[in-house]
């Protein structure tokens, strides 16, 4: 969420946030991008650059950053029997984030933001996007808790079908990570593609454990990871192939990679620490947010200014310059 906070934070200095037709988020990415599509009417673009965009998109984000959130809403659950841990999740974002917020009310003069989630049921990719008719009528913070409804814990998010005529028929969807970890699906044919990538990797480990348990766990780890590379792959080949334009970083890239010259201080053995902070919604510290946000800045800046906006001039440095990046 944060990374991606710093992401988009950059895009928008560069002219960029303006331009976006699209927007699919998945897992945190969603929270992120849910705030920047509740806020989109209130930002106040000049020269395609949004001058209050820290306050409308930053400050709510920071804000649910000092909550501890996970933890509590598992338990609710588990003391509430009939409602699950993704659906008092939404209740959580309604109360901090969204409101009463429908996708149908999303600005229809902006972009389109597309939420993406798995379905447990059959294994597909479930979109919640702006739109009329009983699709639109569900609230935003449901569908930005199924797409970030991290299983098991927080895991699933059921909500009634809003194709179906009778409405009767329960879709269960868990994080959108299960299924597409990039969010690749929903912009499928667009000439430009920004690709923002903060999941983490899995551990290399000398030692496995040997027991049912523990190994059957490795063993999904193994499997979510080689789901993982292969969409990596496929889009940097598509770059290579030019299927379309765009740029990728991520998380985990060394900025010397990128061989720009004045790209921000940001050495691979501190950020890929910040790469390995814990995917949770829980308190972090101040200083913390500060870094993951100038992490995502930093990384988002080289990508964009060595793959897309080669012109771009160089940022005068972090957001937060007292923090850098560790």
């Not at 899995?202 to 780890?221: E, I």
């Not at 496929?234 to 890239?253: P, Q």
């Amino acid at each position: 969420m944060l990374f991606h906070t710093g992401a988009l934070w950059r895009l928008n200095e560069l002219g960029w946030l303006s331009k976006i037709s699209t927007f699919s988020s998945v897992s945190g990415g969603s929270i992120a991008a849910g705030v920047l599509a509740h806020a989109w009417a209130d930002l106040r673009f000049e020269n395609g650059v949004a001058d209050n965009f820290a306050d409308k998109v930053v400050a709510p984000i920071r804000n649910l950053a000092r909550k501890r959130l996970d933890i509590p809403v598992t338990l609710l659950a588990m003391a509430v029997p009939w409602r699950s841990a993704g659906e008092e999740l939404a209740r959580v974002y309604a109360k901090h984030l969204f409101g009463d917020c429908c996708l149908k009310d999303i600005d229809p003069t902006g972009p389109q933001f597309v939420f993406t989630a798995t379905n447990l049921q059959d294994g597909a990719l479930w979109w919640f996007f702006r739109q009329n008719g009983p699709h639109g009528n569900i609230p935003l913070a449901t569908a930005v808790a199924a797409s970030s409804a991290f299983p098991p814990m927080l895991s699933p998010v059921v909500i009634q079908d809003p194709h179906s005529a009778e409405r009767k028929r329960k879709i269960v969807l868990s994080d959108a990570g299960v299924y597409d970890n990039l969010g690749l699906d929903p912009v499928e044919g667009h000439a430009t593609v920004l690709v923002s990538d903060a999941g983490k990797r899995m551990k290399v480990t000398p030692k496995v454990k040997r027991d049912w348990g523990r190994q059957l766990l490795r063993v999904l780890d193994v499997i979510d990871n080689q789901v993982r590379e292969l969409r990596r792959g496929a889009l940097l080949k598509s770059y290579v192939e030019k299927d379309f334009t765009g740029a990728y970083w991520g998380s985990y890239v060394d900025l010397a990679n990128f061989q720009l010259e004045d790209s921000l201080a940001a050495p691979a053995e501190l950020t890929h620490q910040l790469a390995e902070t814990p995917t949770r919604l829980t308190k972090l510290p101040e200083v913390l947010q500060e870094r993951l946000i100038n992490w995502g800045y930093a990384a988002c800046d080289a990508g964009m200014r060595k793959w897309v906006d080669t012109e771009a001039a160089a940022p005068g440095g972090f957001p937060f310059p007292g923090a850098g990046v560790g």
